[in-house]
Antibody, heavy 119, light 108 residues
Framework: QVRLEQSGAELKEPGASVRISCTTSGYTFTSYLVHWVRQAPGQGLQWLGR????????HYSQRFQGRISITRDTSTATVYMELSSLTSDDTAIYYC????????????WGQGTLVTVSS | EIVLTQSPGTLSLSPGERATLSCGAS???????LTWYQQMPGQAPRLLIY???TRATGIPDRFSGSGSGTDFTLTISRLEPEDFAVYYC?????????FGQGTRLEIK
């Protein structure tokens, strides 16, 4: 079955960077896109960006442009999201989610990774 | 950037009742890119409806979606206890994904 398994919770100081992984299984990795969506405590969902798992092409929300990087490793079917210059506003649960290209929706999601930014 | 506004913010109903959740867009959107998710506490969102009205795999037929242009609706025909959750609409356009702020469906 399709699975997206994310790395564990992170505690970071303001100004630091965080790197979260999303290891996929149960499907052909290079046939899909993987997106990152976050949810601040008690808040709604916010899209950060995505990577095409075949060619590694990326597209980011303008709100995060310049401090986000999404990469993929086809040998391990894993996608990574790195967010830099963290502030307390970045405290959130971060989800990876799979999209088949041009579907415009996310059928499968990871379990989420809590990132806490605090001094 | 298209803004999605969901109403009501909170909907209080009893099991067995019909629920109607709305999602309004600030501009006309492509119906193929309007999606609904359900989120239970402490869980990731779950895909319910995509392309405005297509149920995702395994979603019961009491869930239905409709709409066009700027107005979209998620209807739950007869509420089951497990349907009480937060619901989000989502749209893709202008090379980005946007979500509504959510409707909390609570037991009356």
């Amino acid at each position: 079955q399709v699975r997206l398994e994310q790395s564990g919770a992170e505690l970071k100081e303001p100004g630091a960077s965080v790197r979260i992984s999303c290891t996929t299984s149960g499907y052909t990795f290079t046939s899909y896109l993987v997106h990152w969506v976050r949810q601040a405590p008690g808040q709604g969902l916010q899209w950060l960006g995505r990577v095409g798992c075949l060619g590694g092409d990326t597209h980011y929300s303008q709100r995060f442009q310049g401090r986000i990087s999404i990469t993929r490793d086809t040998s391990t079917a894993t996608v990574y999201m790195e967010l830099s210059s963290l502030t307390s506003d970045d405290t959130a649960i971060y989800y990876c989610a799979r999209e088949r290209g041009l579907d415009f929706h996310f059928e499968f999601w990871g379990q989420g990774t809590l990132v806490t930014v605090s001094s | 950037e298209i803004v999605l506004t969901q109403s009501p913010g909170t909907l209080s109903l009893s099991p067995g009742e019909r629920a109607t959740l709305s999602c309004g867009a600030s501009q006309t959107v492509n119906s193929n890119s309007l999606t609904w998710y359900q989120q239970m506490p402490g869980q990731a969102p779950r895909l319910l409806i995509y392309a405005t009205s297509t149920r995702a795999t395994g979603i019961p037929d009491r869930f239905s979606g409709s709409g066009s242009g700027t107005d979209f609706t998620l209807t739950i025909s007869r509420l089951e206890p497990e349907d009480f959750a937060v619901y989000y609409c989502q749209h893709y356009g202008d090379s980005m994904f946007t979500f509504g702020q959510g409707t909390r469906l609570e037991i009356k």
